[in-house]
């Protein structure tokens, strides 16, 4: 799982085995270890959650994507989910959680696991 922050943007992307994994078990996380302390990123299926939404404390964000719209989402041709959420003093957050599409340049990482790109020549 890949997360890019900008702002007031976060941005979650999943490869094909991370999307089965939510879908099957309801949650996935990773995480970035620092010398002090980790950094934990999880995207979690939630029947308690009606809007997508991201909570952050202990060093851990966490994407509560709504049960009843991720639950199949590996089986689906669903690219992804985003929502405003609404945060204090008129401000807000955009949350994106999509699918992991291979990069259409050369790149050095791993990308076996992606989904394969809709705008690639190759077959």
């Known amino acids: ?12 992307r999943l490869t094909k085995s991370e999307v089965q994994k939510l879908c099957s078990t309801g ?7 620092f010398l ?9 299926l939630s029947k308690k959650h009606d809007t997508q ?11 509560y994507l709504p049960y009843n719209i991720g639950y199949d989402w590996y089986n ?4 992804g989910f985003e929502n405003v959420q609404k945060l204090t ?9 999509e699918k992991d599409f291979a990069c259409l340049d050369n ?3 791993d990308q076996s696991d992606n989904y394969p790109n809709p705008k690639s020549t190759e077959t």
């Open 1 to 12: 799982m890949k997360i890019r922050i900008k702002g007031n943007t976060i941005r979650f």
């Open 107 to 109: 790149r050095l990482e």
């Open 53 to 63: 939404s991201v909570s952050f404390y202990d060093n851990k964000i966490i994407c």
């Open 76 to 79: 689906t041709n669903e690219v």
């Open 89 to 97: 003093k008129n401000k807000t957050l955009f949350i994106l959680i």
């Open 27 to 33: 949650h996935i996380e990773d995480k970035t270890e």
């Open 36 to 44: 002090n302390q980790d950094f934990v990123y999880a995207v979690e």
